[in-house]
């Protein structure tokens, strides 16, 4: 009776200061729908609503201490509800096999892989023998070799012959599901062509959305007609968000000093553009006393600062990002039109709420995570100092203060989430924050406005001039940072419970109110302890059954020097020990014969062959229990047998020893669960699956697999 007692009592507490909570039991709803292992049926759905409906009845009815409980259940079946909606709204047809043919589509998007190769984004999408209800509504191509400069304007129709293929699913199992990441993007395939892209149909106006990406990419070349290199590319970016001009070099030396956050249209750009229109606006109608003292100048400032975040965001593409960032403006530029502080605890919440509705996939993202958590330590520490005296400082320290705690608590804040998604961390991120984004806001962003101002009387070169000076500095701090030994430190990827456990430990410290806060500390601590015991699978195989890594104590030891790039470099990011691909395959942990590796886990003997020729000069399976192919085996081999065609099934997969000797076998595609972006016959139990060395191997896998 006393532990009721003192919960009713500490959510008494809590009125007044609940606002914080909604996004947070919002999201929750959505996290539990992305973390099932099964699509929910709309019967499913429907009775999660109506648990949502009878918690908000009853929420009326019962003690008000008792309300929160209820609001907050109601809040994440809502949650639940919205995810599953946003899922169902954006299906659209995905490619099923691999495709090589004729692609011909509209130029949406314009961007730059990975390997730093120009990709497009086409919708209006035509491919050889496709019916129209199962043609991809987009596909992306990374345009590789020497191929002809071609003037490639966005909404031209272009056509090329080329690979497609399904989004791939995770590198590992448990790790970043691009095929999730795709289905909501509107990404139905996904490839690259190595001939000619030809113009099928000149630009045409088409939609807003056309028109809107024609003019972010006129304004990011003119940008880099005046501004060349490097820095008319970093410009370009931060003005229309068109990054197609940006190297792999500079994209490196940003993110190993912490200032890629720079980069992206975000919160910070949002923020330091109506910061300034809202300033400048403000000063000038101040300026006229016949003005200034007959309106209402904060207000009008306010409007056209919403107003320069609209076109901005417009400007920016729209993504989810931008339009992240300017709900959060719009939010506290509302609260002052209508005469609320806008930096509050409850402008942050609102915010996130919105976005959570109409993005609940943005979760799972970095961007969510990364913004949210700098903005609300931000709004706390801020909240905090407003309490202490600080007239007892000299003026001229104030500022200076302001910029080095913003710094440092944005940076502890996101820090966790950034080592998490990245696998490192920046050592001297703080110095080249504190360097670098001071300058961002003092005279990059008004040179960006200004310049914005001065273009139709053709004398944009002013502003972007200016900018030019800054950027410069900036890339001058990141390469200079970047390259100072141990700027970067490695660390391996978190289990699942992690970053909840992290988050919702600072959540408690930060939203609730009382000595009860102190509860966040171990809670954020044991996320941190999960971490630490970390352990990375012994053995790795792609699902193309061409790659297999193998964990050593030196790192991971690859079985091929090329090939499979993308999914060599992950595994080894994933590890913590992120090196050149070439690197991990000098490593001892695996005996190589031409194409043919030979590894143990164990007692169990682990063979994997790389084409036809050495499968066909293979006796049986060489003395292995398990062999792994990426060719397709025709008839019975006396093992364990892991063929292309039975790994397209399982996707990647991460093998371990089990206490008792037992082979435990880990599988992307049934962790994943059945899923919309995930078609799989049936469900099946993610737990792993167990060889004993006396069963059988050859109808094991299959009896598990759909």
Request: hydrophobic residues 50%.
């Amino acid at each position: 009776m006393r532990l009721v007692t003192h919960t009713r009592d500490a959510l008494l507490a809590q009125r007044g200061h609940l606002i914080g909570w909604v996004p947070v039991c919002l999201g929750i709803g959505v996290g539990v729908y992305f973390m099932l292992r099964f699509e929910p049926s709309w019967i499913f759905i429907a009775n999660v609503a109506v648990v949502a409906l009878v918690c908000t009845v009853g929420a009326r009815l019962v003690h008000v201490a008792c309300t929160p409980i209820l609001l907050a259940l109601a809040l994440s079946c809502t949650g639940m509800v919205i995810a599953k909606y946003r899922t169902e709204s954006v299906s659209a047809p995905v490619l099923s096999f691999r495709y090589y043919g004729p692609i011909e589509g509209r130029i949406v998007g314009m961007d730059r892989s990975g390997s730093d190769a120009l990709r497009l984004t086409l919708d209006r999408v035509r491919l050889e023998r496709f019916a129209p209800e199962r043609m991809p509504g987009k596909v992306r191509i990374s345009l590789h070799g020497d191929l002809p400069a071609v003037a490639l304007m966005p909404g031209q129709q272009v056509m090329t012959t080329g690979h497609l293929s399904p989004p791939s699913g995770p590198a590992e199992p448990g790790g970043f599901d691009f095929q999730r990441h795709a289905w909501f993007a509107g990404l139905g395939a996904v490839g690259y062509t190595r001939n000619p892209v030809l113009r099928a149909a000149p630009a045409q106006h088409g939609d807003w959305a056309a028109r809107v990406f024609q003019a972010r990419m006129a304004v990011s070349r003119g940008v880099q007609a005046r501004l060349t290199g490097e820095t008319g590319a970093f410009a370009a970016a931060i003005m229309s968000g068109d990054r197609s001009g940006m190297s792999q070099e500079t994209l490196a030396h940003l993110r190993a000093s912490n200032l890629a956050h720079l980069l992206a249209i975000s919160g910070l750009h949002m923020g330091l553009l109506t910061a300034f229109v809202f300033a400048a606006l403000r000063s000038s109608l101040m300026l006229i006393p016949a003005i200034g003292l007959r309106v209402p100048a904060k207000k009008i400032a306010a409007v056209g600062a919403l107003i320069a975040a609209a076109g901005y965001l417009a400007l920016s593409g729209g993504n989810v990002a931008t339009e992240r960032a300017f709900i959060m403006v719009s939010v506290m530029l509302v609260a002052i039109l209508l005469g609320r502080p806008a930096l509050t605890m409850r402008a942050v919440a609102i915010a996130a709420v919105i976005v959570l509705v109409l993005h609940p996939e943005a979760l799972t993202g970095l961007g969510f995570q990364m913004s949210f958590a700098a903005t609300t330590a931000l709004v706390a520490v801020f909240g905090a100092m407003r309490r202490l005296d600080q007239q007892r400082l000299p003026r001229w320290s104030r500022g200076i203060l302001s910029v080095v705690v913003s710094s440092l608590v944005a940076g502890l804040a996101t820090a966790p989430i950034a080592a998490a998604h990245f696998n490192q961390i920046a050592h001297y991120g703080l110095i080249a924050n504190l360097l670098s984004v001071p300058l961002m806001g003092a005279l990059v962003m008004p040179a960006a406005v200004v310049a914005a101002c001065l273009a139709p009387f053709g004398m944009a070169w002013v502003g972007l001039m200016v900018m030019g000076w800054g950027l410069r500095w900036i890339l001058w701090v990141a390469q200079t940072v970047a390259g100072r030994e141990g700027a970067l430190g490695h660390v391996v990827t978190p289990g699942g419970w992690v970053l909840p456990l992290i988050i919702g430990g600072a959540l408690v410290v930060i939203l609730w109110q009382g000595r009860a806060r102190a509860v966040g500390i171990p809670i954020a601590v044991a996320g941190f302890a999960l971490w630490g015991m970390t352990d990375r699978p012994a053995v790795l195989i792609a699902d193309s059954g061409g790659l297999m890594g193998v964990m050593t104590e030196a790192g991971r030891s690859l079985s091929r020097a090329r090939g499979d790039g993308f999914v060599a470099g992950v595994w080894l990011e994933n590890d913590g020990g992120p090196v050149a691909q070439d690197v991990a395959a000098d490593r001892q942990g695996m005996t190589r014969q031409g194409r043919v590796f030979r590894a143990s886990l164990g007692d169990w003997g682990i063979l994997q062959v790389s084409g036809k020729t050495a499968l066909a000069d293979l006796q049986g399976c060489g003395g292995a229990d398990v062999l792994i192919s990426n060719q397709v085996v025709e008839g019975q081999r006396p093992c364990l047998l892991l063929d292309v065609q039975m790994l397209r099934k399982t996707g990647s997969l991460a093998l371990d020893m089990g206490i008792d000797g037992s082979l435990q076998m880990r599988m992307a595609r049934i962790e994943t669960g059945r899923r919309p972006w995930n078609p799989i016959s049936e469900d099946r139990a993610v737990s792993p699956l167990r060889i004993a060395p006396t069963q059988d191997l050859s109808d094991k896998i299959a009896n598990y697999l759909p």
